[in-house]
């Protein structure tokens, strides 16, 4: 029986170009990557990694050396459902969210890559794709850009034929509107455009917001509250005017289950490297399938783009650019503002050995 036999751990920190803040005001200058390199008995490699934006990549880093990787050694990849469970069900009392699950997503692609470059296969074609692109819409339209920089994002992003155009709103609700009047403008009127708040909102915000935007024709609300208010989003769902996208901060298909249950949103945002992996994204996927529920992954589209393919309602993926692009050996490419499925065995991702060296953040 194959084994895996070792397990590396790294932790990276990549500085972003711009100064980015979030909607509620954070810094957003570095992402951290941390990466997990699995190898097993007959001398494969399967690689997987996790972003943790704005720091906490450290803690990541930490508990996977101290927690996971012992789980690892001796685990049979062809077993990698067995792996995730155990490493779950080990994990429990630490949390169920955050650090914990980031460090089972990490381990959980890189396993996955293993076992699909075992079989020789593209991951997508090892899980079952039923579809040969997916479109990709632009993020990166950030609040803390003038509007003269928003402008230009968005053009950017409509020059290169994207599905749509993202962009961030913050507390003051004036500037909220006219940052989406700005990208309206951009896309014409048959373009798409979402709306990021961030979980900057309350619920009454939400309201008034959604009425001032109500005639712009927006595809999307991501994210107006707080994630965990998913009483609260049942009770937005359906009475504002406007769709309702959350998910990124769900952390394994239990959450997921409850936003469906409470009829609490229209596009789910699921994200491999946060809640799970491969393994508890494919079955969120089949949640969506089942309730019938569109599919826009959370950032990431060089992995997401390569899972989603396998759902019946996968919409889009999200692209922004957080790594640069010698950051990567190997990664889809974006044409006409889609992403093929690759040919390559694995994910079609592999992290640039400079990469390593360059970004690896001192132990």
Known sequence: ???????????????????????????????????????????????????????????????????????????DPARVRDLWQRMFMHSL??????????????????????????????????????????????????????????????????????????????????????RVEIVRDVVGPSGRVMVDANQRYDLLTTRRFAAAINDLDITWLEEPILADSIHDYGRLHGTIGVPIAAGENEYSRYGFRELLEHGAVDILQPDAHRMGGVTEFMRVLALADTWN?????????????????????????????????????????????FVAVTQAPGTGVSIDPASFEKYQVAQ
């Open 293 to 337: 529920i569109p599919v826009a992954p959370h950032t990431s589209w060089e992995l997401h783009s390569q899972l989603v393919c396998c759902g019946t309602t996968a919409l889009v993926v999200e692209y922004y650019d957080w790594l640069p692009e010698d950051f990567f050996a190997v990664r889809p490419e974006v044409t006409n503002g």
């Open 93 to 178: 009392s630490r949390g169920r969210k955050g650090v914990a699950m980031y460090a089972i997503s990490a381990v959980d692609i890189a396993v996955w890559d293993l076992r699909a470059r075992t079989a020789n296969q593209p991951l997508h074609a090892h899980l079952g794709s039923v579809a040969p692109e997916v479109p990709v819409y632009g993020d990166g339209c950030w609040v803390s850009m003038s509007h003269d920089e928003l402008r230009a994002a968005a053009e950017a992003y409509a020059d290169r034929d994207f599905w749509g155009v993202k962009l961030k709103v913050g507390a003051d609700l004036d500037d909220a509107v006219r």
């Open 1 to 75: 029986m194959t084994v895996i036999v070792r397990a590396e751990v790294h932790h990276l920190a990549v500085p972003q170009p711009h100064p980015i803040r979030s909607s509620y005001g954070s810094a957003l200058d570095v992402l951290g990557v941390v990466v997990v390199r699995v190898t097993d008995t007959d001398g494969r490699v399967g690689e997987g990694w996790t972003t943790v934006i704005g720091g906490g990549g450290a803690s990541v880093a930490s508990f996977l050396s101290t927690e996971l990787v012992p789980l690892v050694i001796g685990a």
